[in-house]
């Protein structure tokens, strides 16, 4: 099945891609580092090196089969593209990663990219949040 996914892509089938990708696979709905596949290979005892799987989420992300966020700077994290678009919060106590989808946000985004004469092509949107004082 992996295989199958990197040739509709246009890739070549090789080892170290078909590792990646079925790492990334087992992992839908994560949002992971380079450095987190490298450790997650390793615990399977395949070692890949890390520049290798950077080159490789890279191509993964060219051909549409990743898409990359920068959630909290420098660190570039990659999850597998859905079918179904969602934004994301990010807790900036724990590091969590929430994922939520809301219809009136994106109607909106349409509607006013087209009331300043634009066509939405696409957008990111990342709340920053944390968690609410619970009072005892
Ligand atoms: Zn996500």
Redesign the pocket.
């Known amino acids: 099945m992996s295989s199958q996914t990197l040739k509709k892509a246009g890739l070549k089938v090789t080892l170290p891609r078909l590792k990646v990708l079925e790492v990334m696979e087992s992992l839908v709905?994560n949002?992971v580092s380079a450095e987190d596949v490298y450790k997650l290979l390793l615990e399977t005892k395949t070692d890949i090196g890390l520049a290798t799987i950077y080159r490789i989420l890279n191509q993964f992300e060219e051909v549409g089969l990743l898409?990359r966020?920068h959630f909290d700077g420098a660190v570039a994290r990659f999850?597998l593209k859905s079918s179904s678009h969602?934004d994301?919060m990010i807790c900036t106590d724990s590091g969590d990663?929430i994922?939520f989808n809301d219809p009136v946000i994106e109607a909106r985004q349409q509607e006013i990219a087209r009331e300043k004469g634009y066509e939405l092509l696409g957008h990111s949107l990342i709340l920053r949040v944390k968690p609410t004082e619970r009072i005892a």
Do not use: F, N, S
């Open positions: 709905g949002h898409t966020h999850e969602h994301h990663i994922e």
